[in-house]
């Protein structure tokens, strides 16, 4: 059965809203919601579906379905504007220059938000291929938060990161949640999804089913 968002009279209206998405690798029609202020967990092992929901949602592979942001559709949209609105972190961020400066228009905007997530100094001054992992994750996400997306899809946001930048992630996570940003995100992490989310769905073989916090 597809996970259905919780629609009752009186709760928060939707900021994004999907019904009956389909895609390759989903066994069933997706139907979710998901209001503003709110964070939406995505549970599930590694395959089970997870990256691919969120990446339909995101208009970056072939899917049917309707999807929209704050009652306009998708469709309304160009896809980069689309996605400049409902932006994707993937678990492994893509980078299309070599110096981790090419991507940040603005460079003073990103001293802030990594001071607060402990990547060094001069890291912008660096090449991707020298930046750990967890610097290079934590690096996507300040690119993508700079851009202040009403919604945002986050897949496995600290999977690999220690338990001190997960925990300063996860600060970061909250404080666009109070603003009203939207928050659906995917993650192995039972516990990360009880800190975080509100509610919870699982991913299981393509199939998306309401779950326990």
């Not at 986050?154 to 925990?167: C, I, K, N, R, W």
Request: charged letters at 25%.
């Amino acid at each position: 059965m597809a996970a259905r968002g919780h629609d009752t009279p009186g709760l928060r209206s939707p900021m994004l809203t999907v019904r009956h998405l389909s895609r390759a690798g989903l066994v069933e029609p997706v139907d979710l919601t998901v209001a503003a202020g709110e964070a939406v967990a995505v549970l599930g092992p590694s395959g089970s579906g997870k990256s691919l929901l969120l990446r339909a949602i995101a208009d970056l592979d072939p899917n049917e379905g309707a999807v929209s942001l704050d009652g306009d559709a998708r469709e309304t949209m160009p896809a980069p504007r689309w996605r400049q609105k409902v932006a994707y972190l993937p678990a492994e961020p893509g980078w299309w220059a070599e110096t981790a400066r090419a991507h940040f228009p603005d460079a003073e905007a990103v001293r802030p938000l990594a001071e607060r997530l402990d990547l060094p100094e001069d890291v912008l001054d660096r090449t991707i291929a020298t930046l750990s992992t967890g610097e290079r994750q934590r690096l996507a996400l300040i690119r993508l938060l700079l851009q202040e997306p009403p919604v945002l899809l986050l897949d496995e946001p600290t999977s690999g990161l220690d338990q001190t930048s997960a925990a300063k992630v996860e600060e970061i996570i909250r404080e666009r949640l109070a603003t009203g940003c939207a928050i659906l995100f995917a993650t192995h992490d039972k516990a990360q999804a009880g800190r975080l989310a509100e509610r919870c769905l699982k991913m299981a073989a393509g199939q998306l089913s309401e779950a326990a916090l």
